[in-house]
């Protein structure tokens, strides 16, 4: 069974940073593009960041530019999502997301088949 594991979530101040984590497990690391999407109380569900099974290619929504990054080391199974200078804005549940059959750039559209657990992120003022 694939399972997917978001760790690092918390409390912070504006302007502060935190370093969202996922675990992949039930396949090989780089088999799956991976992101991560987030989704605030009443609001849908929106992409924020995705990276390519090689890790050379990275797309971001374009008010997360300049303050988030992505990256995967395969040697550790994991992708970690590096927020700096967040905002009251950022305060969701993440979610990371992976998929076998689509490309990075797809997930940029529509989300892939797995997801994880979610972890919360608030911002405060």
């Known amino acids: 069974q694939v399972q997917l594991v978001e760790s690092g979530g918390g409390l912070v101040q504006a302007g502060g940073s935190l370093r969202l984590s996922c675990a992949a497990s039930?396949?090989?690391?780089?088999?799956?593009?991976m992101g991560w999407f987030r989704q605030a109380p009443g609001k849908e569900r929106e992409f924020v960041a995705a990276?390519?099974?090689?890790?050379?290619?990275?797309y971001y929504a374009e008010s997360v530019k300049g303050r988030f990054t992505i990256s995967r080391g395969n040697a550790k199974n994991t992708v970690t999502l590096q927020m700096n200078s967040l905002k009251p804005e950022d305060t969701a549940v993440y979610y990371c997301?992976?998929?076998?059959?689509?490309?990075?750039?797809?997930?940029?559209?529509?989300?892939?088949?797995?997801w994880g657990q979610g972890t919360q992120v608030t911002v405060s003022s």
């Open positions: 039930g396949r090989t690391f780089s088999s799956y593009c």
């Open positions: 990276i390519s099974r090689s890790g050379s290619i990275t």
């Open positions: 997301n992976a998929d076998l059959d689509k490309f990075a750039g797809q997930l940029v559209i529509a989300p892939g088949n797995y």
